[in-house]
């Protein structure tokens, strides 16, 4: 197809009111395209036009004056007009010689029409024939974007795009794969396919892409007379590969649009691959579970499992992250939320971690178990704060999921070495996930939990209870009797360090308000209550409280 649909001075000189037309300068321009035609008998006309189009005049805006027909040409010129029409007869008798120059140097055809012509029937004629020819190109570009989508699912699909893309547009084709090895398509040198590479990689370099940028794609890079425009190949945040078209003119709105439909059926295919992939290493990664549950003890069982990665990554830091999935309304369970599409969202999201999660500097073991997703991120930059790249990989995966009106929860294990002790990371991502709702937040990391570390780990419940019960009984009787906050408001009161004006605002109480709920709390508690070692038993009781009765 090519530039069928595209319409260039030269071939609207050989319609029918062209007839007795003719060139008087500029002859170099009539390659130019033309996007539309338009009518102009003002001087000052400059912000009425986009560029590309065809001008038609009677010459009443400047007549016979030098200077006012260079005004109006400079006009057309910035605005990268294709080309001038004049006719005679009205305002002007003949072209001037300076004229004709001043085509001549700026490269713009300027056309004569010796006698009078209807200039709405040249409009209607033309725009008709470009909306034609548009119409017919969108017919092409629908058709050939079906075909895209039907080569990816052969097993070539890939080369088959390209060439496809290649037939469509007589562009060179350069395709940047996913393990970073370029081609061309039709076949250049090695020498010239490692020029564009470098060309298009230097580019992305110094214009990275982020979420204000990606509105600008594609990459529009310009080498000579050679034009190059790219577009990133990839999904869920993550780019794979890069498809380029190399043109020897300016590229068109098909180019554009071809470019775009040929990327996003590459993008599916790579997709798709990737998903064949996942469900095969999800597949090989069962015994995640059985070794998170300490249901494998042998260390050489471990190592027939992972092959050659286990001495590296066995001395590797990693941590455990416990990645719960949830709706807008409310914690979300397996049969609630993953009955009809459990295999295929659970993918997605392992899918989607994984690529995070190698973007963050981590080698990811990933099983899921219901609605959770368990990530074993073992850390290969560990001279790179590892708690920062965890916050921003789930914030990245989070910020994938929103759109879907899916919410993440996540509990962050203490750091270990060593996959036989991946069991106590596991479980004390469970313990933090566990206070989420307690403390309010939905990312937790097992070593920021304060003494709730060391709750976790004291089993007698009993014990806890006993101690909670000698430290607030009175406090919890009361709220429970009169229906009154005097806990929450002395955690409150101890949070701030002792600041009654901080407890009243987190409060939202008048100060007054506050004296009388603290001489409350000294009526029952006593008045020490606050002195170093009975206050440090308080805080602990309160979080005691909060562990045992994690939805008061």
């Known amino acids: 197809m090519n530039q069928n649909y595209q319409l260039t001075v030269e071939q609207i000189l050989q319609r029918p009111q062209f007839r007795h037309a003719y060139v008087a300068g500029g002859q170099p321009g009539l390659s130019r395209l033309v996007r539309w035609v338009h009518i102009i008998e003002v001087i000052q ?247 998170l549950h300490l249901r494998i003890r042998d260390e050489e069982g471990i190592k027939a499992l992972i092959g050659p990665d286990y001495k590296r990554n066995n001395e590797l830091p990693y941590r455990v992250c416990l990645i719960e999935i949830t709706r807008e309304s409310g914690r979300a369970t397996a049969s609630s939320l993953l009955d009809e599409n459990e295999d295929a969202l659970g993918l997605h999201l392992s899918l989607a971690a994984r690529a995070i999660f190698e973007q963050q500097g981590f080698y990811p073991l990933i099983t899921i178990q219901n609605d959770r997703l368990v990530v074993i991120a073992f850390d290969r930059l560990p001279t790179k704060p590892a708690k920062d790249r965890l916050r921003h990989a789930i914030a990245s995966l989070r910020a994938m999921k929103d759109e879907e009106d899916i919410g993440l929860t996540v509990g962050i294990g203490g750091t270990n070495r060593g996959y036989m002790n991946a069991y106590l990371s596991y479980q004390e991502a469970i313990q933090a996930i566990s206070l989420s709702g307690t403390l309010g937040s939905d990312i937790l990391f097992f070593d920021e939990l304060g003494v709730f570390q060391l709750l976790f780990h004291i089993g007698d419940k009993a014990a806890l209870h006993t101690f909670m019960r000698s430290s607030l009984g009175p406090l919890l009787d009361h709220d429970q009797s009169k229906g009154s906050e005097l806990l929450r408001t002395l955690k409150v009161y101890l949070d701030h360090d002792g600041s009654k004006q901080l407890a009243a605002q987190r409060l939202f109480i008048a100060r007054q308000s506050l004296y009388y709920r603290l001489e409350q709390i000294e009526a029952l508690l006593g008045s020490d209550y606050m002195e170093p070692e009975k206050r440090l038993a308080l805080g602990v009781a309160i979080r005691v409280y909060q562990l045992l009765n994690p939805d008061a």
């Not at 400047?62 to 080309?83: K, P, W």
């Not at 909306?131 to 050939?144: G, T, V, Y």
């Not at 076949?187 to 110094?206: G, V």
């Open 45 to 291: 006309f400059e912000e009425l036009l986009q560029g590309g189009e065809m001008i038609l005049t009677t010459g009443a805006a400047f007549g016979t004056s030098i200077g006012l027909f260079e005004t109006y040409m400079e006009q057309l010129i910035r605005r990268d007009v294709a080309c001038l029409c004049i006719e005679l007869g009205h305002s002007i008798q003949e072209v001037p010689e300076a004229w004709v120059r001043l085509a001549e140097v700026n490269g713009l055809p300027l056309i004569v029409f010796p006698q009078a012509v209807r200039f709405i029937d040249i409009t209607q004629d033309i725009h008709a024939h470009i909306i034609n020819r548009h119409h017919d190109a969108l017919q092409d570009l629908e058709r050939i974007s079906r075909e895209f989508h039907r080569l990816t699912l052969t097993s070539q699909g890939v080369n088959h795009v390209l060439q496809l893309l290649h037939r469509s547009t007589q562009a060179q084709i350069l395709y940047i794969a996913p393990d970073g090895q370029s081609r061309c398509v039709p076949y250049a040198s090695d020498d010239a396919t490692k020029r564009w590479t470098k060309l298009l990689l230097e580019h992305m370099d110094s214009k990275p892409l982020d979420k204000q940028s990606a509105a600008a794609l594609p990459y529009h890079i310009q080498s000579g007379r050679h034009t190059m425009i790219a577009q990133p190949v990839g999904a869920m945040g993550k780019t794979w590969a890069h498809l380029a078209l190399i043109l020897d003119r300016q590229p068109q709105q098909f180019e554009y649009l071809i470019l775009d439909s040929a990327s996003l059926s590459i993008a599916q295919d790579l997709l798709r691959k990737r998903y064949m992939e996942e469900r095969k290493l999800y597949s090989q990664t069962l015994w995640i579970d059985d070794l």
